[in-house]
């Protein structure tokens, strides 16, 4: 009887065992996600001679991100941008930015980004760092990241995420030299990241 009662009480406990694995979620791998160009900028701002801060941005790149919003440290990132896309709103200078005194656009093309690491920082904050190429040359480059929302998009209920970061680089280290350090030979970084769930 006692042995029955064992056998009974063994195969419900392996039941509701291989119940709960069954509909228990494995850990869910990044999700890839699909750049929304409307709403996602990249732009830098360098001093002009100490009197202004000028701005700029790149109207053709690609982002590749594969977000994991459990562990967000197994998350992915890299950027292609191609200079030649380059926007001051002012034609003349965006001509000398392409040139060989800055971006060089025809002998480099394009300036990426790979990230090498993420460290979290706070509940939505966090670092990710990563290699710059830029004028053939690779440095490695911090983000200062932060996480705005996840949520499905009111509009068009596709699943969404936004980040906005922001970085520091020195262009001489990269050769860019010109005019520097008269022009800034800092340059902020600025980005503002909308996607959308790859597939939806």
Known sequence: MRTIGYNILTGAFTFGFLATVAVTPAHADPVAYETDPSHTDI??????????????????????????????????????????????????????????????????????FVSTGIEITGEKTGIVTGDLTLLGVTKPVTLDVTFNKAAPHPINKRPAVGFSATGTITRTDFGMDTYAPAVGDEVKLIIEYEGFEAGT
Not at 59 to 70: P, R, S, T
Not at 73 to 85: A, D, G, I, K, M
Request: hydrophobic share 35%; aromatic share 12%.
């Open 43 to 112: 732009l830098f701002l360098v001093s002009h001679f100490g009197y202004s801060n000028s701005f700029g941005s790149f109207g053709d790149f690609d982002i590749d991100l594969a977000f994991d919003q459990e562990t967000p440290e197994n998350s992915t990132l890299s950027v292609v941008v191609r200079p030649v896309s380059v926007d001051t709103t002012v034609p003349k200078l965006d001509e000398h930015l392409r040139s060989p005194d800055f971006f060089g656009v025809e002998a480099h093309p394009e300036a990426t």
